[in-house]
């Protein structure tokens, strides 16, 4: 499974591509906004950092807003994944935009079905909320595997991109069910690392070493 950040801030991209284990990049509008920086710059600094796919989202709402948006964004670098909502716009720009080798990620999925008609209209990705459906006491990771059924079921290329992660138990059912990628924020990523039984381990094993003769040559 594909590890994509979560964030638009350049120090936890940093961080997180330090660990050696960072694919990919998504930001949105909020995430960005949060930053208070000029998106392009933002989007050239990202860029200088990790060499996969970064998602960029367009704010236009109308399809033929949406079209020159996300070609100027496309235009940035060949590594920039336009973010696209999945409306009837969006998916219109999707189709049109992935005929010309745009790459396309379809944001806000919820639903199976909205999920179906981004693949066919030839989304790069597909990112559905679990965190967001779960707290609606919706099961967000349901969605997943019904994704990647009917993924499966018809051979469909687009990826799903696990999104709204909120904790390390999203990102392991999200692997088990065999999900492409997921965006995780940078706070859950470091969770990741931590068991506390790695932890005394680690310290009785240099305590033992420590206390006897061994050495290391
Ligand atoms: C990623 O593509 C989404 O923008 C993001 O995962 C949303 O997460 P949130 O529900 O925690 O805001």
Not at 74 to 96: F, Q, Y
Not at 175 to 192: M, R
């Amino acid at each position: 499974m594909k590890i994509f950040i979560d964030t638009a801030n350049i120090g936890e991209i940093r961080k997180a591509a330090a660990m050696g284990l960072l694919d990919g990049v998504t930001t949105n509008p909020s995430l960005v906004a949060k930053e208070g920086k000029n998106f392009r710059q933002l989007l050239a600094e990202i860029l200088e950092v990790v060499d996969g796919p970064i998602s960029a989202e367009v704010v236009s709402t109308k399809t033929e807003e949406i079209i020159p948006e996300a070609r100027d964004l496309a235009a940035i670098h060949p590594n920039i994944v336009v973010k696209i909502p999945l409306t009837k716009d969006g998916l219109a720009a999707v189709r049109t935009l992935s005929r010309e080798g745009v790459k396309t990620n379809v944001t806000l999925c919820f639903s199976p079905t909205q999920a179906l008609l981004a693949a066919k209209a030839g989304a790069t990705y597909v990112s559905p909320f679990v965190g967001r459906l779960d707290d609606v006491s919706i099961d967000g990771m349901e969605l997943i595997r019904r994704i990647l059924t009917i993924y499966r079921n018809y051979g469909f290329t687009t990826e799903v991109l696990v999104a709204s992660i909120r904790h390390p138990i999203h990102v392991l059912e999200a692997a088990l069910a065999g999900a492409h990628a997921a965006t995780i924020p940078f706070k859950v990523i470091e969770q990741l690392f931590r068991h506390p039984l790695t932890d005394i381990g680690l310290e009785n094993f240099l305590r033992d070493w420590n206390s006897s003769q061994a050495k290391l040559v």
